[in-house]
């Protein structure tokens, strides 16, 4: 996998364990592996993914196997992306089309920094973190 680096300080700033303490996010890997970044997901897209494949994988653990798979992956190519642009030109936001969601739906990362702590995470999804932020916010 092509490595890329974040700087925090550069990324939008949420409450990350704030949010995940209340329920509103959900992680999206059992552990992180080294040299990687934090992933979530949000708990309406968690559970859209367990109403979707709620048939094919009834047990928790195996859902969240698939998902940590699927995040790799995702990681993967946005690591292969990011490494291919000019230094200081990345966007906190990408987005891929995908299955994990919807059928060939659009998939967002969001890379943000807890606002606490400076550590970069991604928080997947079927929409961009900012406008949930700002939804969150209203």
């Known amino acids: 996998m092509k490595e890329f680096a974040l700087d925090p300080m550069n990324l939008p700033a949420t409450d990350i364990v704030q949010l995940?303490?209340?329920?509103?996010?959900?992680r999206a890997e059992r552990e992180t592996p080294a040299g990687g970044v934090p992933a979530f997901l949000t708990r309406q897209d968690?559970?859209?993914?367990?109403t979707r494949f709620s048939s094919e994988a009834p047990q928790p653990e195996r859902l969240l196997e698939a998902v940590e798979r699927a995040v790799w992956r995702l990681l993967?190519?946005?690591?292969?992306t990011l490494s291919q642009q000019p230094k200081g030109n990345v966007s906190?936001?990408?987005s891929a089309r995908t299955?994990?969601?919807?059928?060939?739906g659009e998939t967002y990362l969001s890379f943000v920094r807890d606002r606490s702590h400076p550590v970069a995470c991604v928080i997947?999804?079927?929409r961009?973190?900012?406008e949930i932020e700002t939804e969150r916010r209203l």
Not at 99 to 104: A, P, V, Y
């Open 20 to 26: 995940a303490q209340a329920g509103l996010l959900c």
């Open 46 to 50: 968690w559970d859209r993914l367990t």
């Open 76 to 80: 993967a190519h946005a690591a292969a």
């Open 92 to 94: 906190a936001t990408m």
């Open 99 to 104: 299955d994990l969601f919807t059928e060939n």
């Open 124 to 126: 997947i999804g079927t």
């Open 128 to 130: 961009p973190w900012y």
